[in-house]
């Protein structure tokens, strides 16, 4: 190869191209290259060995973590009813699918709720026509013209009662995919071969129908609840919950209401889910993630297209900057001792089988590598152990030949319990590393729950007993990586659990908020059951 003459060291003016193909060439130019060549060298050996580091961790990952394509998909809550139907079966099948087809949905958008009035009441008409017993003696309060607030007297009206959460709206369907089209009309409420379609099925019409038919069977067969029992019915979860349980929650507190213990949806029993493990484990959410919104602004002078600047003063650049840093450095996981989700592996340890048994019961010595590959496990596993950064909106320029004088992005923080508002605005500070990134914690955000203690709560006991009588499966405490509407009941219990009786894989999953939502009537006849379980055995026994 040809040697060029340098009117510039080229460490200097920075032409390293220019002798890619000869290392040896920078040796020959100066000291400060040939220092240079040497922190090159230095970085490609670090990236090398952080390489082969990675595609072992991944390797060990995929090994010992179940693949969830190995497990059963016609199982659990989409499992196909062989032969005819019951009639409890075809009972709830029916009122789940009118149920569906009130469109109750919720939109960001306040102007697109107008016909989700009408709708609302039309699901009022629907419950109180499929439960008459319950709403013959019990009839619910309506809080704020359409949520719904049950309240049952118990046996024990000396002892603290207890609330069942659901909530009656659903968020939109849209059927304009072309890969992931519906396959039965979202508000259709199908009923095929079993299985119950449409939008509502598993978020969250199915455990409106589950509590107030356990509770119209208890009426029906001449027995009260052990305890006090609140059904409270929001309908606007899914646009924050304000008009609905946070109003539920005003009136619950003007009368110094407690409750012994508060079950919502949440967490589910899920399959593939523990690694090693591949039936089912009923996750009990004792705290929910909390979330952060924030805004990042960047202002510079902007100008015309045609002569942009050669520094890096363009808004558009410097915060894609940021963008990148912040995507690529995660939050730091945490995996400590006390930890949620290392207590959920813990709690089950001897309940599994070698080698997870014995790996779950040494996380003193082998928790910092484990940390590790569920961070390379699958997204859930990494939610679980982190506070999340996604990038969720992005504006800048107007015009195609001018550089816009702001730009503004918007990042969605998941909370870990772990984690504060402070210390998550302090992180992003940190590694932007940019003073002309301006980062503002915006209005509404949330921090993460308060944990309920799973080892002295008579509701995470009889959640357990419940699961294990109607299912069968193991139960172990877990973070809720959604947002519920306990978020307006923390003050009326210090024992809040988030879980929804249904099994499914991590598969399964991807019908929340999506597409082909779907739940088969033995999985709604369980959840009856279940609900039972704990209306009628809620004791201190």
């Known amino acids: 190869m040809a040697t060029k003459d340098f009117t510039l060291c080229t460490f200097i003016s920075g032409e390293t191209n220019l002798i890619s193909d000869a290392p040896d060439l920078l040796k020959k130019c100066c000291p400060a290259c040939a220092w240079k060549e040497e922190q090159l060298h230095q970085v490609k050996q670090l990236k090398r060995q952080s390489s082969t580091t990675e595609m072992l961790l991944q390797s060990v990952a995929n090994k010992i973590l179940l693949p969830p394509s ?17 009639k409890r079966q075809i009972r709830y099948a029916s009122i789940l699918s009118h149920a569906i087809q009130c469109r109750t949905v919720s939109h960001d958008d306040p102007s697109l709720n107008l016909t989700k009035k009408a709708e609302l009441l039309k699901l009022h008409e629907l419950l109180k026509g ?3 017993t319950l709403y ?5 309060e309506i809080i704020n013209h359409f949520s719904l607030l049950f309240k049952i007297p118990g046996e024990k009206k000396d002892k603290n009662p207890i609330m069942l959460c659901a909530h009656l709206d659903v968020v939109p ?7 992931n089209k519906w396959e039965h009309n979202p508000f259709s409420g199908d009923i095929v071969d079993g299985i119950v379609w449409g939008r509502g099925a598993i978020d969250n019409k199915h455990n409106v129908v589950g509590q107030l038919g356990a509770m119209e069977e208890i009426l029906s067969s001449g027995f ?7 059904i409270a019915m929001g309908h606007d979860e899914e646009i924050l919950g304000t008009e609905g349980a946070q109003q539920i929650a005003k009136k619950l507190e003007e009368e110094a209401v407690t409750f012994e213990f508060i079950l919502d949806e949440g967490t589910m029993c899920v399959a593939g889910v523990i690694p090693g493990y ?3 484990v009923a996750l009990i959410g004792c705290a929910e993630k909390g979330f952060m919104n924030v805004e990042l602004t960047v202002t510079g002078k902007g100008g015309h297209s045609s002569m942009p600047p050669i520094y890096d003063d363009n808004p558009i650049k410097i915060m894609s900057k940021a963008i990148v840093k912040l995507e690529s450095k995660p939050v730091p996981a945490h995996f400590e001792k006390g930890s949620l989700f290392r207590t959920t592996l813990e709690y089950i340890a001897n309940k599994i089988t070698f080698p997870f048994n014995i790996l779950f019961s040494n996380f003193w010595l082998l928790g910092p590598l484990f940390k590790h590959l569920l961070l390379r496990a699958s997204s859930g596993a990494a939610a679980s152990i982190r506070t999340t950064t996604a990038v969720t909106k992005i504006y800048g320029g107007k015009k195609m030949n ?7 992005a918007y990042i969605n923080h998941r909370v870990h319990p772990n984690d504060t508002f402070e210390s998550i605005l302090e992180y992003d500070r940190k590694v932007i590393n940019d003073d002309r990134v301006k980062l503002h914690l915006m209005k509404g955000s949330i921090p993460a729950s308060p944990i309920s203690n799973h080892r002295t709560s008579t509701g995470f006991k009889l959640i357990q007993s419940s699961v294990e009588n109607t299912f069968g499966f193991l139960c172990a405490p877990n973070l809720c990586i959604g947002n519920t509407d306990t978020r307006w009941y923390w003050g009326l219990s210090e024992s809040i659990f988030r879980f929804s009786p249904v099994a499914l894989t991590m598969k399964g999953a991807s019908m929340f908020h999506g597409f082909n939502e779907r739940l088969g009537v033995d999985a709604l006849t369980n959840m009856v059951d279940f609900y039972r ?4 055995n809620c004791d201190d026994s």
Do not use: C, M, W
């Open 70 to 86: 190995r497990i059963d998909e016609s199982q659990g809550l989409v499992k196909k009813v062989k032969g005819p139907l019951t």
């Open 130 to 132: 499929s439960f008459p």
């Open 136 to 140: 013959r003696k019990h009839p619910p």
């Open 173 to 179: 369907a849209s059927t304009n995919n072309e890969d």
């Open 224 to 230: 009260l609840p052990k305890r006090t029992t609140y």
């Open 278 to 280: 591949s039936e089912p």
């Open 402 to 408: 001018a550089l816009p004088s702001e730009v503004k």
């Open 533 to 536: 379980e704990i209306i009628l």
